[in-house]
């Protein structure tokens, strides 16, 4: 039986196809386009078709004002209430949605409640002993556990591995201390990534955390309310940080 419009004897009009077009992108049909602008912009590696072409996302205004403006509030000036574990839990969740190559997922929390800190604070006083620090710097040091309220160790878990150098890991782990804090900033906390002589100390981090050989601290992010909103501190020089190479 013949297509309509098609002609048995082969020499008239060419059958109507009656299947939709198979598309490389998948879609089922044309997404809604918002204009003719957006369509000007689609990149074309996805599917030639252009009405199948996946449209640009929206601008986030709201996320750009806060990546321009953001600033991390000192530990010292962050009080009580901490957030809950509930309230927590997106901010971890948005903090392990990393980059990482070769999915490795080279790092862990340890999430340190307020009455763990007075543990954390005899630890430090113990290896500031051990290692000969002064009397103040064994106060600086102790003094992110005597004020805190609530830390997030981002622990940076080195893996095997024949594909991924160990500095990329390492790099990995710096951007989730950096997501933990815009997360719990753009949240209402305030928040403050510190470290501190103790945290460089294999001894400390064994004895507070039981941290394995192949892990080391990258940061202990400290969340709570802010009491204070600090004065914005000056922003590097763009133009000397940027070389625009275009040959
Ligand atoms: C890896 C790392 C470790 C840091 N450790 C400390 C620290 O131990 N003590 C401290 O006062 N500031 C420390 N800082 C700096 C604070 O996080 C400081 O609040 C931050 O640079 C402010 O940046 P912002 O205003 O852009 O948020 C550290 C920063 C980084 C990236």
Redesign the pocket.
């Known amino acids: 039986m013949p297509l309509p419009g098609s002609s048995a004897s082969g020499n008239g009009p060419r059958p109507r196809r009656l299947l939709p077009l198979q598309h490389k992108c998948g879609t089922q049909g044309p997404p809604a386009l918002e204009n003719s602008r957006q369509l000007a912009e689609i990149g074309s590696k996805r599917c030639k078709k252009v009405s199948h072409m996946p449209a640009r996302p929206a601008r986030n205004d709201a996320a750009l004002d806060f990546l321009l403006s953001?600033?991390?509030r000192?530990a010292k000036t962050l009080v009580a209430p901490a957030p809950s574990r509930e309230e927590l839990l997106p901010i971890l969740t948005a903090a392990a949605r990393t980059p990482d190559h070769g999915k490795l997922e080279p790092w862990r929390f340890i999430v340190v409640e307020k009455p763990a800190m007075a543990r954390l604070a005899a630890l430090t006083q113990a290896a500031g002993a051990r290692l000969g620090k002064s009397p103040e710097d064994i106060a600086k040091g102790r003094s992110q556990f005597d004020l805190g309220q609530l830390a997030v160790v981002v622990v940076e878990v080195q893996k095997d591995s024949p594909k991924i150098p160990a500095l990329e890991q390492t790099y990995s782990a710096?951007a989730v201390?950096l997501g933990l804090l815009n997360a719990a900033l753009a949240s209402g906390w305030g928040a403050?990534?510190?470290?501190?002589w103790a945290s460089h100390d294999r001894g400390f981090c064994q004895a507070a955390f039981d941290l394995a050989e192949n892990e080391r601290i990258a940061?202990i992010v400290h969340i709570a309310t802010e009491s204070t909103a600090p004065p914005e501190?000056p922003r590097p020089d763009l133009e000397a940080i940027t070389t625009w190479v275009n040959a």
């Open positions: 953001r600033r991390s000192p710096g201390c403050n990534w510190l470290t501190g940061g501190r």
